[in-house]
Nanobody, 124 residues
Framework: QVQLVESGGGLVQAGGSLRLSCSAS????????MAWFRQAPGKEREFVGT????????AYADSVKGRFTMSRDNAGNTMYLQMNNLKPEDTAVYYC?????????????????WGQGTQVTVSS
């Protein structure tokens, strides 16, 4: 059984930074493509970014490109989302997700396991 636990959310002013973490337990972390999604109140869950098994490939939503960066520590079974220059529209619950795959995926339906989410609130 795979378990994902997000942490690092909080309240930050616009222009500030946060780093989210996703700690994983279960089967071999290095076999998983990982991703971040977010869901704002009254909106559908949306793709933020995805990172390959080895961490050498990643892809991001246009809305966060250039501001957010994903990384992973396979030895520590942890994935990160560094969020810089945060905007009020980044306010959402952020979820990490995983799937056993060699490919990058942006569709939520591609992912098998999900964390419970961490709240990020950006004040103007």
């Amino acid at each position: 059984q795979v378990q994902l636990v997000e942490s690092g959310g909080g309240l930050v002013q616009a222009g500030g930074s946060l780093r989210l973490s996703c700690s994983a337990s279960g089967r071999a972390f290095i076999t998983w493509t990982m991703a971040w999604f977010r869901q704002a109140p009254g909106k559908e869950r949306e793709f933020v970014g995805t990172i390959s098994r080895t961490g050498d490939n990643s892809a991001y939503a246009d809305s966060v490109k250039g501001r957010f960066t994903m990384s992973r520590d396979n030895a520590g079974n942890t994935m990160y989302l560094q969020m810089n220059n945060l905007k009020p529209e980044d306010t959402a619950v952020y979820y990490c997700a995983s799937v056993n795959s060699r490919l990058l995926h942006s569709a939520a339906t591609s992912y098998e396991y999900w964390g419970q989410g961490t709240q990020v609130t950006v004040s103007s």
